[in-house]
């Protein structure tokens, strides 16, 4: 075989080789591609995994916090409701100890002297000159005690009158003659007085009337007066 045989055959050889060596190089390239792929793949995966649990693990956060906020809601408005409760009793107790100072005491004139009567009727005694009137149960208008509460009531009342005249004063109770104040002497100043104590109901109506045909008389002293106070509450 001459040299030129020799290298041409060499030649031939490399040209068979070179397509069978590429054909290897592009196997093995798609090999390193899928294997890259397939390792993107499974990062990919492993990461939604992980946002996954991340996720769960925050839904689970968010429904504790929720679950505690409406418990924090709902205590809130418990105590506000005591709060309220508590309020409102405060309120009856201020209340209840307002109607319990209940006192009053008047004099028949206001001002200046003078006599009351006779009337061929009984007519109820106005006691404008108040002194005390705690709890506003005595109208100074009408000469009315009215009851605020159920309980036990003492009341005074008192008069003075001078000349040949009877003097009398009657203590009512819705109506119904309870105790009388009554003298009557030929001259010379006379005076009187009486108490009861009284089981009234709320709004019972208490007064004191001037006796029919009779006088009384008052003056800044103060003579003829009519008092009253709560004993206790039942």
């Given amino acids: 075989m001459t040299v030129i045989q020799q290298v041409s055959a060499d030649r031939m050889k490399i040209i068979?080789?070179?397509?069978?060596?590429?054909?290897?190089?592009?196997?093995?390239?798609?090999?390193?591609?899928?294997?890259?792929?397939?390792?993107?793949t499974q990062d990919i995966h492993?990461?939604?995994?992980?946002l996954t649990a991340s996720l769960a693990v925050q839904n689970e956060r968010i429904?504790?916090?929720?679950?505690?906020?409406?418990?924090?809601?709902?205590?809130?408005?418990?105590?506000?409701?005591?709060?309220?409760?508590?309020?409102t009793e405060i309120d009856q107790l201020k209340e209840q100890l307002q109607v319990k100072q209940v006192a009053f005491s008047a004099s028949l004139?206001?001002?200046?002297?003078?006599?009351?009567?006779?009337?061929?009727?009984?007519?109820?005694l106005i006691f404008k000159h108040v002194v005390t009137n705690i709890g506003n149960a005595y109208n100074p208008q009408t000469g009315i005690f009215?009851?605020?509460v159920r309980g036990v009531y003492h009341f005074d009342w008192s008069l003075y009158e001078h000349g040949n005249i009877?003097?009398?004063?009657v203590l009512f109770r819705n109506g119904e003659n309870i105790f009388i104040v009554y003298e009557h002497q030929p001259t010379?100043?006379?005076?009187?007085?009486?108490?009861?104590?009284?089981?009234?109901?709320?709004g019972d109506q208490v007064s004191v009337r001037l006796w029919a045909n009779s006088r009384v008389y008052d003056s800044e002293n103060h003579h003829t007066t009519f008092s009253g106070h709560l004993i206790f509450t039942m």
């Fill in 166 to 169: 009877a003097a009398g004063v």
């Fill in 188 to 202: 010379g100043g006379v005076s009187a007085s009486n108490a009861a104590s009284l089981l009234l109901e709320v």
């Fill in 63 to 87: 429904t504790v916090l929720q679950r505690e906020n409406q418990e924090q809601e709902a205590k809130l408005e418990t105590q506000k409701t005591e709060l309220q409760s508590q309020k």
């Fill in 146 to 148: 009215t009851a605020p």
């Fill in 16 to 40: 068979m080789f070179f397509p069978i060596l590429l054909l290897v190089c592009s196997v093995s390239a798609d090999q390193t591609e899928t294997a890259v792929q397939q390792s993107n």
């Fill in 109 to 124: 004139l206001d001002h200046g002297n003078g006599h009351t009567g006779p009337f061929n009727t009984q007519i109820t």
């Fill in 46 to 50: 492993a990461v939604l995994r992980e």
